[in-house]
Every structure is written in structure tokens, then in C-alpha cells.
């Protein structure tokens, strides 16, 4: 199974994906590429960092799951090399998710939000982004909410980190069972 775990700028995306992935053995991360630079304290492992060109290269060659250019920059899926029995877990932005969904409607999607467009911009603030971007990611913030609706997204409030992963686990274990026929999600 696809896991697509999606949403706006600093909702806690990748720390709740870290959490996922030490929490439940069956789940395999796919590292995305992008071409932005590494934020400071961001660590190495956070994407696969590239050059615009090496970038290019890579979508010409047909190497990409899902791509797209957010704030000038690219961002994209390689196509994943999971362990065997494990399900893929995609990090990446609304408009990746929309190809993905495009790929495989059976994709499960997760939309994390933050409790309020406050704390939002002060987790992208602590994250070293600027001024200017923080600005840019608030207002695509709207635009990425409605596309999670319209893909029918499951929506998780990321407010405290060890509640998100325990809604997020548990929407993964209700699609697998109602995949395996064990039943439907409640």
C-alpha cells in the first residue's frame, strides 16, 4: 500500500513521519529529492539534496513518481524500492499527492494540518525558514487545504506529536484491514 502523508509547510510532516517510521516496523520511508537547500539543522537524511540539472536529468529519464516545482524549487519521488511486506510512505506536497492519487486511486492519503495558522508560522519561523517564505507558505496553505479535501484526504491535527502518530497509526491499521477484508474503517 501507498501512503501518501501530506500537507501545508510546517505542520510537522517529517517529524511525524520520523515517529511513524520508528513506531511501526511495515512502514517504509521513500526519500524525496528536491532541489532547495538544507535548511540549518535539517539533517542530511531529511531529502536526497541535488542540483537543478541532476534534477532534470532525472525527470527526463522517466526516474520520478511524482514531481513539482513549490517557491522555484523542485521536489520529487523516486520511483520506491520497498523492503518485501513493507507499505511506501510518501512525505511530499499536495500537488505530488494529486499525481500519485492519478497513479494509484487505492493510495491512502493523510493531510496534516497545524492547530492554528499560528502555530504554523511559528514552527516555520523555528525552522530557519524567511521572512518572505513564511509569508508564501501561510498563503498556499489555503490552496493546499482544499486540495486535500478534494482528494479526499483523512485530516490529522498535528498538535501533540505522540497523539498525531497514534491517529495516523490507526488510520494505516484501519486500511489495512479493511484491504486485507477483515472489515471497514471506522
Do not use: C
Request: proline fraction near 6%.
Amino acid at each position: 500500500m501507498i501512503i501518501v502523508i501530506s500537507g501545508p509547510g510546517g505542520v510537522g510532516k517529517g517529524t511525524a513521519v520520523a515517529r511513524l517510521i520508528e513506531r511501526d516496523p511495515r512502514l517504509w520511508l521513500s526519500r524525496s529529492w528536491t532541489t532547495r537547500e538544507r535548511r540549518p539543522g535539517e539533517p542530511a537524511t531529511a531529502y536526497t539534496f541535488v542540483d537543478r540539472d541532476t534534477f532534470e536529468e532525472h525527470i527526463a529519464a522517466g526516474g520520478f513518481l511524482e514531481h513539482a516545482e513549490f517557491l522555484g524549487e523542485l521536489y520529487g519521488t523516486p520511483y520506491p524500492e520497498p523492503t518485501a511486506g513493507s507499505d511506501i510512505v510518501l512525505e511530499i506536497d499536495v500537488q505530488g499527492a494529486e499525481q500519485v492519487v492519478a497513479r494509484d486511486p487505492d493510495a491512502l492519503l493523510i493531510f496534516l494540518t497545524a492547530p492554528s495558522p499560528a502555530v504554523q508560522e511559528q514552527r516555520l519561523r523555528g525552522r530557519g525558514d524567511t521572512t518572505a517564505n513564511v509569508h508564501k507558505r501561510l498563503v498556499k496553505s489555503a490552496q493546499e487545504i482544499v486540495a486535500g479535501e478534494a482528494l479526499g484526504a483523512q485530516f490529522v491535527v498535528n498538535d501533540d506529536l505522540d497523539e498525531t502518530v497514534d491517529r495516523i497509526l490507526a488510520v494505516i491499521d484501519a486500511a489495512r484491514q479493511q484491504r486485507a477484508g477483515h472489515g471497514s474503517p471506522g
